[in-house]
């Protein structure tokens, strides 16, 4: 019998240090939350994928951030973006107020580091890159920092998982590509999900129309060193839906008690090298590079901000519904604040959901500072995912009901 993984607690404060077996305890983290003063209350986030956005949402509802970041990749947090407040403290310029500089982003699960941040009191952000460099497990069952949002819900990323989020997804009888099991049963134009070999935080995904193909794309993009040789063990295949791409960037608020609690924020569309780059030469190109065995990389290096006819807004709605619910009834207590719904419409205009971030948003950068026609609409005003997010931190301070969104 496997024994059970047993972890120390850090209770900040204290000075104690006990065992426990597997995930951190709530308790835990709310006793280090009563610790806070929470009048000087930060926002911190890992200082990666969407940090800017966070920070400068921060920013606008009153807060001061931290970033917490890699050396080597600081400056563009400690310098370029850095706040400037004058005599009353008012920010004129940047979204970050302090940086905290460790060696590797894994540095964060280090106790002195978590002592640190919380004796800063940081309300920490989660963001895609806090897993992806620090681990699901670590993040989990080590990060005693209280976090906004939903700790539990991040393992739903993983794909390949028992409960990953094309379960939750298949449970609330909500729309996905179709799954195809093996390369034997393509049948029609069919992507292969897969970690790209070299960069490991990106995608070496490829697209086939039969099995014939298939051999020989990933025989050539293992020789190329895109994919690992045994990549089909953790690759996803399924059909491929041709048509635009929304990431649907929404917001869950435990504590909007006169409106709805669902809000769609804004949506964007991503950038990706060397797709969007092979796709604007003429067929022909495309062909003959195809011949020669270059094949196009799915690296997302951007975003843009994009809307949605106004028809097809219910049907968003609809899809948020959903997932909201399935989250509640499998993953108590749900998703908290920020979820983005990543979709494709086909020529029938129906959405169907190939990815889930189930924490702020890759692309809501673009909507920083300028906020979005969806957000600015709901709130009158520039509402980004970032200071919507700040909005219910400081909301929940007010109200003294901030356990209800930390987890």
């Not at 906004?148 to 819900?153: E, K, Q, T």
């Amino acid at each position: 019998m496997m024994r059970p993984r047993v972890r120390e607690i850090i209770l900040w404060g204290t000075g104690y240090r006990g065992k426990r077996v597997d995930v951190i305890e709530r308790n835990t983290v709310l006793r280090n939350l009563e610790r806070y003063d929470l009048g000087q209350a930060k926002v911190g986030v890992l200082a990666s994928h969407s940090a800017l956005d966070t920070c400068d949402g921060a920013v606008s509802e009153g807060f001061k951030t931290v970033a917490v970041c890699q050396k080597g990749r600081e400056k563009t947090f400690s310098n370029y973006f850095k706040t400037q407040r004058d005599t009353e403290g008012n920010a004129v310029r940047g979204v970050v107020d302090e940086t905290l500089v460790l060696d590797r982003f894994s540095d964060v699960l280090k106790t002195e580091v978590q002592k640190d941040i919380m004796g800063r009191n940081v309300l920490f952000v989660p963001n895609r890159s806090l897993v992806a460099y620090c681990g699901i497990d670590a993040i989990e069952d080590d990060f005693a920092v209280p976090m906004v949002g939903s700790r539990n819900l991040l393992r739903s990323e993983e794909r390949g998982d028992e409960r990953d989020y094309y379960w939750i997804l298949e449970q609330a009888g909500l729309p996905f590509p179709k799954k195809v099991e093996k390369p034997e049963d393509i049948d029609g134009l069919t992507i292969v999900k897969v970690h790209h070999k070299v960069k490991k935080l990106e995608r070496g995904f490829f697209t086939v129309k039969d099995y014939d193909q298939f051999v020989e794309k990933s025989t050539e993009l293992i020789q190329q060193g895109v994919i690992e040789e045994d990549f089909l063990s953790h690759a996803r295949m399924e059909q491929y839906v041709i048509g635009p791409v929304f990431n649907l960037d929404f917001f869950h608020s435990p504590l909007e008690e006169k409106g709805e609690k669902i809000e769609l924020l804004g949506v964007d569309w991503r950038f990706e090298s060397s797709l969007d780059g092979y796709a604007r030469l003429p067929g022909k190109q495309q062909v003959e590079l195809e011949e020669m065995g270059v094949l196009p990389e799915y690296t997302v290096c951007g975003h843009n901000s994009a809307t949605l006819r106004e028809s097809l807004l219910d049907n968003a709605f609809k899809l948020a519904e959903k997932y909201v619910k399935a989250t509640q009834k499998f993953y108590d207590p749900g998703v908290i604040g920020p979820f983005c719904l990543q979709t494709c419409v086909d020529k029938d205009l129906n959405f169907f959901i190939y990815d889930v971030a189930p924490r702020i948003g890759g692309g809501t950068n673009v909507h920083m500072s300028v906020g979005h026609p969806y957000g600015n609409a709901l709130w009158r005003k520039e509402m980004s995912t970032g200071r919507r997010l700040s909005m219910e931190i400081r909301r929940a301070i007010e109200q003294e009901r901030i356990e209800e969104i930390i987890t």
